[in-house]
């Protein structure tokens, strides 16, 4: 039996027994468990090796009962180790009701995630005695705790009857609203009228060929897309991860958009001054863009684990996170070690798009 630091950890056997007979008592009690717990969520070790043969009968279209199963554990040699054919026998003494057996198995769950929990807080704490860079040990230990909350259940059906009754709620809150978009506008008028207006858990991806200005597009939505919350009385942050320029260049080039001059007097000199009228309008374009909720990040070479870390603290914020723009994905790394570029823009693709659905940002 497990233990941490001389405590048994969380679990409940009666229920783990209590699922496991259910399924031997009938078989089709298995699809109402299989998406909320696996094999690996099992305390008792012989109970986890029940579990992943009477998922192979199951997956196989093969029936189970005692004899199939004391059969399939017999030829992999594991019916000895979990007790003969005694130990599948008296897992029926502890079925209730098979109509439990989904609560049964939310109970096995709950206590899984706790154990996992305990074992990611002892890890943590083991590895500071390591004395690691902080930085990265922080991260790290974010992640631990955020893959172990990312591991839910997968949701019922929705049922289609209920899906448009929301969908028409949403349609007419749309209709009731001044806004000319259902989602944040660009200001970029042919774009927003294809998409009307970027999303909640949109990935969009601008491609073009090098020095075509994609930057500076990318730094225009998030100008316009901040003037547009801040008109509204939205406090939600932008966050701009540049992999390429620093902080200063980004707000040089944002306040000469919002001043409307030419980012090449942001550069001037004492030979080659700003006029009266450059920082005229120069003082008014910062105090333009002071006013919008832009969050800067010029972290080079950074990873897609680091953006998710860094933007759910945004979103955990007060304020919240509306969208999130990276300049730019091919700058990005990855953990693979192969070097097969284009299996790592899927993965970050893919990392990014998960991003944007749990955290419901553009």
């Known amino acids: 039996m497990t233990t941490f630091q001389g405590r048994v950890p969380p679990h409940n056997l009666d229920a783990e027994r209590a699922v496991l007979g259910a399924i031997?008592?009938?078989?089709?009690?298995y699809d109402g468990v299989s998406d909320?717990?696996?094999?690996?969520?099992?305390?008792?070790?012989?109970?986890?090796?029940?579990?992943?043969?009477?998922?192979?009968?199951?997956?196989?279209?093969?029936?189970?009962?005692?004899?199939?199963?004391?059969?399939?554990?017999?030829?992999?040699?594991?019916?000895?180790?979990?007790?003969?054919?005694?130990?599948?026998?008296?897992?029926?003494?502890?079925?209730?009701?098979?109509?439990?057996?989904?609560?049964?198995?939310?109970?096995?769950?709950?206590?899984?995630?706790?154990?996992?929990?305990?074992?990611?807080?002892?890890?943590?704490?083991?590895?500071?005695?390591?004395?690691?860079?902080?930085?990265?040990?922080?991260?790290?230990?974010?992640?631990?705790?955020?893959?172990?909350?990312?591991?839910?259940?997968?949701?019922?059906?929705?049922?289609?009857k209920d899906t448009a009754g929301e969908l028409i709620r949403l349609i007419e809150k749309r209709n009731e609203s001044e806004d000319e978009y259902i989602g944040i506008p660009s200001y970029f008028t042919a774009l927003d009228e294809m998409t009307g207006g970027?999303?909640?858990?949109?990935?969009?991806?601008?491609?073009?060929?090098?020095?075509?200005?994609?930057?500076?597009?990318?730094?225009?939505?998030?100008?316009?897309?901040?003037?547009?919350?801040?008109?509204?009385?939205?406090?939600?942050?932008?966050?701009?991860?540049?992999?390429?320029?620093?902080?200063?260049?980004?707000?040089?080039?944002?306040?000469?958009?919002?001043?409307?001059?030419?980012?090449?007097?942001?550069?001037?000199?004492?030979?080659?001054?700003?006029?009266?009228d450059d920082w005229a309008a120069f003082i008014e374009g910062v105090n333009r863009l002071g006013q919008y909720n832009i969050a800067l990040d010029d972290t080079a070479s950074i990873t897609v684990d680091s953006i998710k870390s860094r933007c759910r603290k945004l979103a955990m914020s007060p304020d919240g996170l509306a969208m999130v723009v990276i300049d730019y994905l091919q700058l990005m790394s990855t953990s693979r070690k192969d070097g097969n570029r284009a299996l790592e823009l899927g993965e970050i693709s893919r990392g990014l798009k998960m991003l944007a659905k749990n955290l419901t940002c553009q």
């Open 24 to 29: 031997l008592l009938d078989n089709s009690a």
């Open 36 to 160: 909320t717990i696996s094999g690996n969520d099992f305390y008792h070790q012989a109970h986890k090796i029940i579990y992943a043969a009477m998922k192979k009968l199951i997956d196989s279209s093969n029936p189970v009962d005692e004899l199939t199963l004391s059969e399939e554990l017999g030829s992999s040699g594991m019916l000895e180790n979990i007790g003969g054919d005694e130990f599948i026998s008296d897992l029926l003494r502890y079925v209730v009701s098979s109509q439990h057996i989904q609560r049964y198995a939310e109970i096995i769950r709950d206590k899984s995630l706790t154990r996992r929990l305990i074992t990611a807080g002892l890890t943590i704490a083991s590895h500071g005695y390591d004395e690691p860079d902080s930085s990265q040990y922080l991260q790290d230990s974010e992640k631990a705790i955020f893959d172990i909350a990312a591991d839910r259940p997968t949701k019922d059906f929705a049922n289609i």
């Open 198 to 276: 970027f999303q909640d858990s949109d990935l969009i991806i601008i491609a073009a060929r090098p020095r075509m200005g994609k930057t500076a597009f990318a730094l225009n939505v998030v100008a316009n897309a901040a003037h547009y919350l801040n008109r509204r009385q939205k406090s939600q942050q932008i966050a701009f991860f540049s992999l390429e320029m620093s902080k200063t260049q980004l707000v040089s080039r944002l306040i000469a958009s919002e001043a409307l001059i030419d980012v090449s007097r942001m550069r001037s000199t004492k030979k080659n001054p700003l006029t009266p």
